[in-house]
């Protein structure tokens, strides 16, 4: 296994746009892990999977964010009517259940023009 | 509310020395500790981890301590070598297995050869 993957690792965008994110998590894991990361800052949560229910969403999630995992597997976040201040690095992790390790993948990054 | 803290945006250390990476917390429900190392164009990787019972965990080169009345932790590297220069993230969560963790800002170490 090749670890966490995510698609596209970067995306330019016009203010208003839809984008969306795919993350392949490591195939024997059940969590799936949503975060953002900004310039300077540290990554924050945005959302979790076990398998594919959406446990937790993070209030930073606004409508405009949706996140699915349809078959337990892979995973899409989706913003709609993107904002400048979306813009920043997506991260997907994973992990086995009550390990207490996430494996990131190299991030999206995100620019909204 | 930066719930954790690292106060260093950077550190440089000569190669061969130790490295001392300092990060506080405020919140008293956290009590599973975690550092990440992220290099460039890379997501984050574990490094080492501590539980709030130990106030101490070392692993290789890499030693990691916990101060809970003054809610402080450190992640030490000796010696330090010049692949150690990354990007390091403190991360807190609460109770071991909840992989919903909140990152520090990170301290960018720099190995001088």
């Known amino acids: 296994d090749t670890g966490v993957s995510q698609d596209p690792r970067h995306k330019i965008t016009k203010r208003g746009q839809n984008v969306t994110f795919r993350c392949d998590p490591i195939s024997e894991h059940n969590r799936l892990y949503w975060y953002r990361q900004t310039l300077g800052q540290g990554p924050e949560f945005l959302t979790y999977f076990q398998n594919e229910a959406q446990l937790e969403k993070s209030r930073l999630l606004s409508d405009r964010f949706s996140a699915e995992r349809p078959k337990g597997s892979f995973s899409t976040l989706e913003i709609q009517r993107t904002e400048q201040g979306d813009s920043a690095m997506y991260l997907c992790?994973?992990?086995?259940?009550?390990?207490?390790?996430?494996?990131f993948g190299e991030g999206s990054r995100l620019t909204v023009l | 509310d930066q719930q954790v803290k690292q106060n260093s945006p950077s550190l440089s250390v000569q190669e061969g020395r130790i490295s001392i990476l300092n990060c506080d917390y405020t919140?008293?429900?956290?009590?599973?500790f975690l550092w990440y190392k992220k290099y460039p164009a890379e997501g984050p990787t574990f490094l080492i981890s501590?539980?709030?019972?130990?106030d101490k965990n070392e692993d290789g080169r890499f030693t990691v301590f916990l101060n809970k009345s003054a809610k402080h932790l450190s992640l030490h590297i000796v010696p330090s070598q010049p692949g150690d220069s990354a990007v390091y993230f403190c991360?807190?969560?609460?109770?071991?297995?909840?992989?919903?963790?909140?990152f520090g800002t990170g301290t960018r170490l720099t190995i001088i050869p």
């Open positions: 919140n008293s429900m956290f009590d599973y």
């Open positions: 992790a994973s992990s086995e259940e009550n390990t207490g390790e996430l494996f």
């Open positions: 501590i539980s709030s019972i130990k």
């Open positions: 991360a807190a969560s609460v109770g071991f297995g909840n992989e919903k963790l909140t």
